[in-house]
T-cell receptor, first 116, second 113 residues
Framework: EAQVTQNPRYLITVTGKKLTVTCSQN?????MSWYRQDPGLGLRQIYY???????DKGDVPEGYKVSRKEKRNFPLILESPSPNQTSLYFC???????????????FGPGTRLTVL | QQQVKQSPQSLIVQKGGIPIINCAYE??????FPWYQQFPGKGPALLIA?????SEKKEGRFTISFNKSAKQFSLHIMDSQPGDSATYFC????????????FGTGTRLQVFP
């Protein structure tokens, strides 16, 4: 089954404790993104990657890191989480460019993160 | 700033009604306007999309109306069903932004039997 998986689905942590949210897709997609979803703000792009070792900042990259060492994986790293990073996080992937409607983004099930 | 403004924030209709969700944008460079549907506990999924060279697109019970001069587009759900209860997001993107979607703030739709 073609899918985007994220782990963990739920995470409660404390301020300053480094964490990683994993994302994996089995569709051989080149493009992957991370979004955060907050009430009243919709989804905002954090980082995106157009291929292995190619990443770029989205709209809200502060406090986050990503890496793309393999095509299928795109982990999101919070080196020193803070309470304002409490949010619902989504990973997404597509085989081509989403901009202009060239292709469709497929979203993972989400990771709900709480930073105390 | 919010580049895509979506309204209403929530919407309640009875089964068979026609909920309408509106979005407005400012950047005339946007050239692709998708709608995503999100059920509780799930990620968003592409529902229907339109380009500015057409004024309307239908897929089943879902219709997008597009007004280029007003820089507005809307989603209409015909004969709404309880199974349509979800959060709907409009979005916009530009050709040259290779992997960027600008999302609206979302509309929570509840359809009662």
């Amino acid at each position: 089954e073609a899918q985007v998986t994220q782990n963990p689905r739920y995470l409660i942590t404390v301020t300053g404790k480094k964490l990683t949210v994993t994302c994996s897709q089995n569709m051989n997609h080149e493009y992957m993104s991370w979004y955060r979803q907050d009430p009243g703000l919709g989804l905002r792009q954090i980082y995106y990657s157009m291929n292995v070792e190619v990443t770029d900042k989205g709209d809200v990259p502060e406090g986050y890191k990503v890496s793309r060492k393999e095509k299928r994986n795109f982990p999101l790293i919070l080196e020193s989480p803070s309470p304002n990073q409490t949010s619902l996080y989504f990973c997404a992937s597509s085989s081509g460019m989403v901009g202009g409607g060239t292709d469709t983004q497929y979203f993972g099930p989400g990771t709900r993160l709480t930073v105390l | 700033q919010q580049q895509v403004k979506q309204s209403p924030q929530s919407l309640i209709v009875q089964k068979g009604g026609i909920p309408i969700i509106n979005c407005a944008y400012e950047n005339t460079a946007f050239d692709y306007f998708p709608w995503y549907q999100q059920f509780p506990g799930k990620g968003p999924a592409l529902l229907i999309a339109i380009r500015p060279d057409v004024s309307e697109k239908k897929e089943g019970r879902f219709t997008i109306s597009f007004n280029k001069s007003a820089k507005q587009f809307s989603l209409h759900i015909m004969d709404s069903q309880p199974g349509d209860s979800a959060t709907y997001f409009c979005a916009a993107s530009m050709q040259e932004n290779t992997d960027k979607l600008i999302f609206g703030t979302g509309t929570r739709l509840q359809v009662f039997p």
